[in-house]
């Protein structure tokens, strides 16, 4: 029971800004290792190995794909920021590259850093331009009602009836 609409206000933003940080981070964080799954680890698909020999992947065991490394923040109520925010492994020095996916998605030189092995050595391919998955996700989920469906199932588990 609510005395004022105030109260009522609050409690409904509330219930909006939990589904923000439970439904609609994880959907996102979902879309984003989709996203990095075929747009990063598949770059290598067309090698004769699957995988880079220079250095070791780590996907969900602390890489790219580790849902852990997915953060959602809430800067002001009503809007979410999600980054991945995997470090570089420490087994390589990548000098002042402190967010991997950050190089990854803008590539060598970007403002992720620089990747400190030489293009294309011991590898199928050259994969030191952008390798984009957190903005492809992005992309992909303003378009249409993917999110808009998460917002609304999200609330009517939280009771309240939403059309």
Not at 8 to 37: C, F, G, H
Request: without cysteine; negative net charge.
């Amino acid at each position: 029971n609510f005395t004022n609409l105030n109260e009522l206000k609050m409690y409904i933003q509330a219930q909006i800004n939990s589904t923000l940080e439970n439904e609609v981070v994880d959907e996102v964080t979902n879309k984003a290792i989709e996203e990095a799954r075929k747009n990063v680890y598949g770059a290598y698909y067309y090698s004769q190995t699957y995988e880079p020999v220079i250095y070791d992947r780590r996907y969900e065991d602390g890489g790219l794909i580790d849902p852990e490394n997915f953060k959602g923040s809430m800067p002001q109520p009503g809007v979410i920021e999600i980054r991945n925010i995997t470090p570089p492994h420490p087994r390589y020095d990548l000098g002042n590259v402190f967010n991997l996916s950050e190089l990854i998605e803008y590539g060598d030189g970007g403002p992720g850093g620089y990747y400190n092995f030489p293009k294309g050595e011991g590898t199928y391919g050259d994969f030191h331009p952008p390798r984009p998955f957190m903005n492809p996700t992005k992309e992909k989920l303003s378009k249409g009602d993917t999110l808009k469906n998460i917002i609304k199932e999200g609330l009517k588990r939280r009771g309240l009836t939403v059309k």
